[in-house]
C-alpha cells in the first residue's frame, strides 16, 4: 500500500518506496523457513521442487501483466519508448528486469514514466535471489549445522551492507542507481528476514513485549515512509528502519 501511495503523489509519503524493502525482508524470512524446515526434517533439500513452485507461483501473473501491459504500450507509446519497452519485455521474461534498468537509467528519473513495466525490477531481485539463496544455506546447513547457517547468513548480510558502504563512500558514476537496482546490495535485507526466521523461535514468549516490539516495528516503518524521499541515499543505512521494523 505504502508503494501504491507513494506512486500516485500522496503528499507526505514520499519514502512509500520502503515498501519494497519490506517485501525483501518477507521474502528472506518466509525463504529460509522453508529450507531449514526441510533440510531439518528430511536432511536434504529438494531443488527441483523448490523452482518448479517458484515458476508455479511467478510465472502466471508476470505473463498475465506482461501481455495487458504490452497491449497498452502498442497503442500508447512513440516508436522509439516502444522499442524500450520491447527490451524491457524480454528483461522481465528473463528475470532481468533490474539490470537493464540500471543500465539505461535511475528509477526516479523523468523517463520512467514512458517504462510501463519498471515495476519488475523487484521481481528481478528476487528471483536471482532465489538462484542462490537456497544453495548457500543448504551448504552452510549441511556442513556446519545451525550454527553455521546462522553465521553464513550474518556474514552474506555483512558482506552486502559493507558493499553498500564502499559505494557509498567511493560515490561513482550512478552509484545511487547501482544500490537501488543491483542485487549484491538488497541481500543484506534478504538477510535480516533471514536472521528474523531463525531467531523468531527464541523471542520471549511474552505478550506484551511482543506487542511493544510490534508497535515499535510498525513506528520505525511509519517514520521511514515519513522522513525519505527521493533524495535518500538508499539502501544503505537508511534501509536499516523499514527493515528491522518489518522483523520486530
Given at each position: 500500500?505504502?508503494?501504491?501511495?507513494?506512486?500516485?503523489?500522496?503528499?507526505?509519503?514520499?519514502?512509500?518506496?520502503?515498501?519494497?524493502?519490506?517485501?525483501?525482508?518477507?521474502?528472506?524470512?518466509?525463504?529460509?523457513?522453508?529450507?531449514?524446515?526441510?533440510?531439518?526434517?528430511?536432511?536434504?533439500?529438494d531443488f527441483r521442487n523448490f523452482y518448479a513452485r517458484r515458476i508455479r507461483r511467478i510465472l502466471p501473473a508476470l505473463l498475465v501483466t506482461m501481455?495487458?501491459?504490452?497491449?497498452?504500450?502498442?497503442?500508447?507509446?512513440?516508436?522509439?519508448?516502444?522499442?524500450?519497452?520491447?527490451?524491457?519485455?524480454?528483461?522481465?521474461?528473463?528475470?532481468?528486469?533490474?539490470?537493464?534498468?540500471?543500465?539505461?537509467?535511475g528509477y526516479f528519473d523523468a523517463a520512467s514514466e514512458t517504462k510501463p513495466l519498471l515495476h519488475t525490477w523487484s521481481l528481478g531481485v528476487e528471483?536471482?535471489?532465489?538462484?542462490?539463496?537456497?544453495?548457500?544455506?543448504?551448504?552452510?546447513?549441511?556442513?556446519?549445522?545451525?550454527?553455521?547457517?546462522?553465521?553464513?547468513?550474518?556474514?552474506?548480510?555483512?558482506?552486502?551492507f559493507l558493499a553498500n558502504h564502499a559505494a557509498v563512500i567511493a560515490r561513482g558514476v550512478g552509484y545511487q542507481s547501482s544500490l537501488f537496482f543491483?542485487?549484491?546490495?538488497?541481500?543484506?535485507?534478504?538477510?535480516?528476514?533471514?536472521?528474523?526466521?531463525?531467531?523468531?523461535?527464541?523471542?520471549?514468549?511474552?505478550?506484551?513485549?511482543?506487542?511493544?516490539?510490534?508497535?515499535?516495528?510498525?513506528?520505525?516503518?511509519?517514520?521511514?515512509?515519513?522522513?525519505?524521499?527521493?533524495?535518500?541515499?538508499?539502501?544503505?543505512?537508511?534501509?536499516?528502519?523499514?527493515?528491522?521494523?518489518?522483523?520486530?
Amino acid at each position: 500500500m505504502a508503494v501504491l501511495l507513494y506512486h500516485f503523489g500522496v503528499p507526505g509519503l514520499d519514502g512509500g518506496y520502503v515498501g519494497v524493502d519490506v517485501f525483501f525482508v518477507i521474502s528472506g524470512f518466509l525463504i529460509t523457513r522453508l529450507i531449514a524446515d526441510e533440510v531439518a526434517v528430511t536432511g536434504r533439500f529438494d531443488f527441483r521442487n523448490f523452482y518448479a513452485r517458484r515458476i508455479r507461483r511467478i510465472l502466471p501473473a508476470l505473463l498475465v501483466t506482461m501481455a495487458a501491459t504490452a497491449a497498452v504500450a502498442i497503442i500508447s507509446l512513440a516508436p522509439t519508448d516502444l522499442v524500450a519497452f520491447g527490451r524491457s519485455l524480454v528483461a522481465s521474461a528473463m528475470s532481468l528486469s533490474n539490470i537493464l534498468f540500471w543500465s539505461e537509467s535511475g528509477y526516479f528519473d523523468a523517463a520512467s514514466e514512458t517504462k510501463p513495466l519498471l515495476h519488475t525490477w523487484s521481481l528481478g531481485v528476487e528471483e536471482q535471489f532465489y538462484l542462490v539463496w537456497p544453495a548457500l544455506l543448504y551448504l552452510c546447513s549441511r556442513k556446519y549445522g545451525k550454527r553455521g547457517l546462522f553465521w553464513g547468513i550474518v556474514v552474506v548480510g555483512a558482506v552486502s551492507f559493507l558493499a553498500n558502504h564502499a559505494a557509498v563512500i567511493a560515490r561513482g558514476v550512478g552509484y545511487q542507481s547501482s544500490l537501488f537496482f543491483l542485487p549484491h546490495f538488497r541481500v543484506f535485507e534478504f538477510a535480516i528476514g533471514a536472521l528474523g526466521c531463525l531467531l523468531s523461535s527464541r523471542l520471549i514468549a511474552n505478550r506484551w513485549v511482543h506487542e511493544a516490539m510490534m508497535i515499535s516495528g510498525l513506528a520505525l516503518i511509519g517514520w521511514s515512509i515519513v522522513r525519505l524521499d527521493e533524495g535518500a541515499i538508499f539502501p544503505y543505512v537508511n534501509a536499516i528502519a523499514p527493515c528491522l521494523g518489518h522483523c520486530w
